[in-house]
């Protein structure tokens, strides 16, 4: 008889898709959420236990892409190229070349990429290489969860 | 766009210009189930639980990394105390669990593996002493594998007799490891009210309260906090100094708290603390030591530096406390001297003492860490030093703990090299007169008083 069912209970019985526990079985929250990240049903009695909800601020599908180095011709089309090719949406950009020391940042949605995120990450940074800029790309999350409370 | 121009390039600069990074995920991990009759058994169902349960752990924070942009310096695992595993076993020597654990970090390439532990704040059992006999063996013929005891704790006191082994331990691992200078103490901590969830080295085990697996996270940043208060002008009050570290250690926290919540999403565990500690590294600018002197002290070490310690340990905690939900480990500035240029600038223009040091272990975590003194130092002296640390920790109610290496063969003013994170030293003087008939005493201090609190 199970009175408390935990993460680790869950990780026990990985194979099986549909657990099922007698009713008023106690059920934590972490391993609910590990429930629906493995995709394993979960039934106390006859009710199915929903999806716990997010709480981390929803994993966004937006990165912010940053570009630093000498100013020249080409750089937002170079980057933007790369951009493309890898069905990556502009968001937004702002730029600026302040005595030559050219800064951009864009924002940017990644849920349709047609390439991993670090593929994406390595092909801006080839290229960022190719015309002398620093290109460095983060999940939005981080901007988010540093600078809002 | 969600944020200013400014928030994006100032994260940007964190991470680039001033080593920005998350010190450390650990990876927890229960080894109760791992216990048997026979060493060779029990060292075989470590390594094997070990290699299947955190396989995951180095590709999630590679990935990790590249998705979030802030480097993960380390990837750690905690056990639980290697004691109360291999207690039921027939064998005396525990090296083989600790060379299984060796192993096992070595495959699954992560930095270090703490846990080859004892709890004997009020005495031994048979798998305390096992363990305790076992440590300099241990440390010398492993490369990951990291030690600690727990010596004293303010409900228990101070198990002098722990202590005074200690203080022999320390000496035999030195010169078991004497031509790397020995470098087998900089992986022991001899601990007071040491905590179950500690992310970071050499102290860290996986506590018996704990969850089956759980993710510990341990932030960085004294090189972000250095430059903020460095930006203040030189008459910044301080509350004003006091608030600018706040609003940085705030946002330090942050990262650390996305990338935990993350990785333990991500790895199937429970994701468990975050530790507020601001740790050094070697690099210039990334030290403990620097933010004090940019607070308006010469060198670290001369007066008002335990003030301005306190000031900054208790401003990154309050900045800290807000940004997670689940504070824990040893929280709060570490001092450890090899691995923070300024404090080993401090030291050797001999601004820094073995007594300073002490007295700023009362305002910060974690104690004397990794201090050179000469090799010829007597063991029952180091026993004394451990003691009075202990005394520190267990009357203040906080975690205090020793890790010093008695550099055989150098002698004060000499440096030693460890290399990597752990760093170089000065070796630094130690007080001359004898401890000896104190510490051979023996026995227990009794715990302190819980009222009458002036």
Request: charged residues 25%; proline residues 4%; glycine residues 8%.
């Amino acid at each position: 008889m199970e009175i408390l069912v935990t993460l680790d209970s869950l990780k026990n019985r990985e194979e099986e898709k549909v657990l099922r526990f007698p009713p008023d079985t106690l059920v934590t929250r972490e391993a609910r959420v590990y429930a629906a990240k493995k995709g394993i049903e979960i039934y106390v009695g006859e009710e199915k236990l929903p999806e716990p909800s997010f709480f981390n601020g929803a994993s966004s599908q937006r990165a912010v892409i940053s570009v630093v180095g000498e100013d020249k011709v080409g750089i937002i089309a170079g980057i933007s190229d790369v951009l493309a090719r890898c069905n990556v949406n502009i968001l937004d950009i702002t730029q600026t070349a302040i005595e030559g020391l050219f800064t951009m940042i864009m924002v940017v949605d990644i849920s349709k990429a047609t390439v991993s995120f670090e593929e994406l990450k390595e092909k801006l940074s080839v290229r960022g290489g190719e015309i002398s800029v620093r290109v460095d790309a983060q999940r939005e999350e981080v901007f988010h969860f540093m600078h809002r409370i | 766009m969600n944020f200013t121009r400014d928030e994006i390039i100032e994260t940007i600069r964190m991470v680039q210009a001033e080593n920005l990074d998350i010190r450390t995920i650990t990876l927890g991990v229960s080894l109760r189930d791992c216990a048997s009759d026979n060493v060779e058994v029990t060292a075989r169902r470590i390594y094997d639980k070990l290699t299947s349960v955190a396989c995951e752990l180095v590709p999630v924070a590679r990935k990790l990394e590249t998705e979030f942009g802030i480097p993960i310096i380390n990837k750690r695992i905690s056990v639980t105390p290697i004691a109360l595993v291999a207690e039921s076993c027939k064998e005396s020597d525990y090296t083989p669990i600790a060379r299984a654990m060796d192993r096992a970090a070595a495959e699954l390439g992560i930095d270090f593996i703490g846990g080859f532990s004892a709890l004997v704040q009020k005495g031994f059992t048979k798998g305390d002493i096992n363990l305790l006999n076992s440590i300099p063996e241990v440390l010398s013929s492993t490369q990951k594998v990291c030690s600690s005891v727990n010596a004293a704790s303010s409900k228990a006191g101070i198990n002098m007799d722990a202590v005074r082994a200690m203080g022999r331990i320390i000496k035999q691992t030195a010169s078991l490891t004497a031509d790397e200078d020995g470098i087998g103490c900089a992986k022991l901590v001899v601990f007071a009210n040491a905590v179950e969830d500690n992310p970071f080295m050499a102290g860290a085990f996986h506590g018996t309260g704990e969850p089956e697996t759980v993710v510990n996270v341990g932030i960085s940043g004294p090189g972000v906090v250095n430059t903020v208060v460095r930006r203040l002008p030189k008459d910044a009050d301080f509350g004003e100094l006091s608030e600018a570290i706040k609003r940085m250690a705030f946002k330090i926290t942050r990262a650390g708290e996305l990338i935990g919540r993350e990785a333990a999403r991500r790895l199937g565990v429970s994701f468990g603390i975050i530790d507020l500690s601001l740790a050094p590294t070697p690099a210039v600018g990334d030290s403990i030591a620097s933010i004090l002197e940019a607070m308006g002290l010469e060198r670290c070490g001369a007066p008002g530096t335990t003030a301005a310690l306190a000031l900054l340990n208790d401003a990154v905690k309050k900045g800290g406390a807000m940004a997670t939900s689940y504070v824990g480990g040893l929280s709060g500035a570490f001092i450890p001297v090899s691995e923070d240029a300024g404090m080993i600038r401090a030291a050797s223009d001999g601004a820094l003492t073995l007594e300073k040091l002490e007295a700023m272990t009362c305002v910060c975590s974690v104690g004397l860490d990794m201090i050179a003194i000469p090799g010829d130092t007597p063991e029952q002296t180091i026993s004394a030093i451990i003691a009075d640390e202990m005394a520190i920790g267990v009357i203040n109610k906080k975690t205090t703990a020793v890790r010093i290496i008695p550099a055989p063969g150098k002698k004060a003013g000499d440096f030693v090299e460890f290399g990597g994170l752990l760093g170089r030293a000065p070796v630094i003087p130690v007080n001359r007169f004898d401890s000896s008939i104190f510490v051979k005493r023996g026995g227990q201090i009794p715990p302190p008083i819980q009222s009458l609190t002036n």
